[in-house]
């Protein structure tokens, strides 16, 4: 460490080693002891996430990460999007922070990984702003997803994917549906609400396979037979989330074997249903 300059203090040739931890590289302290700036080839946290991270200042003061690496475990994050306290990206106070990210391989839920990641996100204090994220699917299925603030302090949400079972169980959503074409959108209410004013999920063109519920329907048109998997041509769902349920607009179905209606709402603490409709 360099300890000439009263205000800095410059770590050099950091080298620290723990069970599932290494981090290599050099960085900079302020006075305080708060870090001022960072370069780091080498941080690997467990055998799922190996990369590479700067630290620094960007164009408008705010801190800025650059992040890059083989390999990266997206669960947590993906957790944090669906927690009521959604956006957390930095520690305290009304800090910006810019994070730039490229990854190899990014992991997800229920075995699905994520190639050739981009990222761009932004946050101001503890609050996630904005966000742009590509990836393709090891089937070459694309995903997309983007976070927009608006002049309210909400934010706008859109996930497009070329491969609707794919991004529901990388999000842990689902395992049932196979194929379709994603397309959602949503306006999120203020970072740590935990509420989705409106939203809108349309899947197109999309398999649902093992889904108890369905295996005693009988397909006659297409020729399905009992327990096959049943296809459908369109599936739209208008929804609600507030602190305390997930409210079910006219939600529609539409397959060659069954169509559906329904319109209910789920109770978050227990999970408890209250849905109506006509199959």
Known sequence: ADFSNPNVTRVTNLNLKGEGLLVKGQMTLGANGELVSAVLPTVNLGANNRMGL??????????????????????????????????????????????????DSVYAYRNQHLVNVRSVAAAKGQALTSMRLNGIFTDR????????????????????????????????????????????????????????????????KFVVADEKQLKQLRAEPNGNRQGEPLAFDKLTLPFAVDREFVRIGDARVQGAAVGALAKGSIRKADGRLSIGGTL
């Open 141 to 204: 299925s694309t995903l997309n997803l983007e976070i927009a603030p608006k002049g309210d302090g909400s934010r706008t949400m859109t996930i497009q994917s070329t491969n609707a079972g794919a991004a529901f169980r990388a999000s842990n959503l689902d395992s049932k549906v196979q194929g379709g074409k994603l397309n959602f959108t949503a306006n999120l209410g203020k970072p740590g609400e935990g509420t989705i004013r409106r939203g809108d999920l349309e899947v197109r």
């Open 54 to 103: 700067k630290i620094s200042k960007n164009s408008s003061g705010g801190k800025l990460l650059e992040v890059s690496g083989k390999t990266f475990d997206a669960r947590p994050m993906i957790a944090a999007l669906f927690d009521e306290t959604t956006g957390r990206l930095t520690p305290s106070g009304d800090e910006e922070v810019e994070v730039r990210a490229q990854f």
